[in-house]
């Protein structure tokens, strides 16, 4: 810890004009009363004193912003941190922290510009003594973009493959609910049949797509609810595996081993569905040979306490998933192979699982194929306890 001053006697930290850390006149209080120093933050930090003088610069603002503490501490704000809006305009003098309105606390976080092109998210804060006083301190946040840059491209890649899945289907309905209306007569009950069944299944695509963009919304906000009902895996799994055998595939392609007891299940009925449903369609789709479905007890460690839990595995004979992507298997738009998809589907298998308190893995098989493993717990609501 330093002086404000070469040979100045250091006052007491945690009050305007005293000395915290890196020189900073009670910003944060001493490390030996918080514990933690400046550069302990994630965010950059910039403090000025009420000369407008840079007496903080961490270790963040340094990353951020590419200037060196020695470039920075004990110039003017202005000149440590040149920052310019999105048109080009100077942001210090718009915004006038020293000699603005004296009722103004602060500034919104915005995007902002150092020279050379370089983006940060900046947010001020005016410390006065009292409401209208004079400002001691400017206190500036800085976070990278980089992060929100993430974010908007995957909301970019959403929307655009949304538009690519939607226009297919779309193309279709219209065309043959067009040609149905225009030339109804001149079609046999057997075309006009295969015309309309084309458009209820393209119809029941959008409708599938439309549910994973607000399971997606949901899971990303933390909204998707559970309603937790007695579950019986077994009994879902057959119902799945009838399906896939109505649909054309062979019974003896699919194995099911189910090793009891089993403890009682609690769980969202349908979002249960949806996961098997998903699981199985990949497996069908993009494995080879038999399909092993295996519903076990298991534990499930959950805030270090070992629970009861029910894991289903399901694993094909496939050539599996390569080494090098099955950390990216449960991301956004992540496909196993170039046959169709919108890529979500794993991803929301993955946000379900976890809103139940779940586990999902994947490895590959004892046939050498693709093997995903979920894990739930089969405790009962507490509402019910």
Known sequence: MSSTGEGAAPRPSGRPGGVGVHGVPGVLGAPGVLGFDPDDLPDGIVVADDKGRVICFNAAAVRITAIRQHQALGFPLERAL???????????????????????????????LLPGGREVLVSARYVRENPTGPVRRVVVSLRSTEARRRTERSHAELIATVAHELRSPLTSVKGFTATLLAKWERFTDA?????????????NRVTRLIAELLDISRIDSGRLEVRRQPVDMPAAVGRHLQAHVASGQAPDRFLVRVLCPLPDLWADPDKIDQVLGNLLENAVRHGEGTVTIEVAP??????????????????????????????????????????????????IVKGIVEAHGGTITVGRGPGGGAQFRFILPVGAPAYLQ
Do not use: C
């Open 82 to 112: 040149p920052l310019e809006d999105l048109k080009g305009r100077r942001w210090w003098q718009l915004t006038d922290p020293y000699g603005g309105l004296a009722i103004r606390t602060g500034q919104p976080e915005r995007n902002l």
């Open 298 to 347: 298991a534990p499930l460690r959950i805030d270090e306490h070992d629970e009861k839990g029910t894991a289903v595995t399901v694993s094909d004979e496939g050539p599996g998933i390569p080494e090098e992507s099955m950390g990216r298997v449960f991301t956004r738009f992540w496909r196993g192979s170039k046959r169709g998809g919108t890529g979500l589907g794993l991803y």
């Open 191 to 203: 075309q006009k049949r295969l015309m309309l069944e084309t458009v209820d299944a393209d119809a």
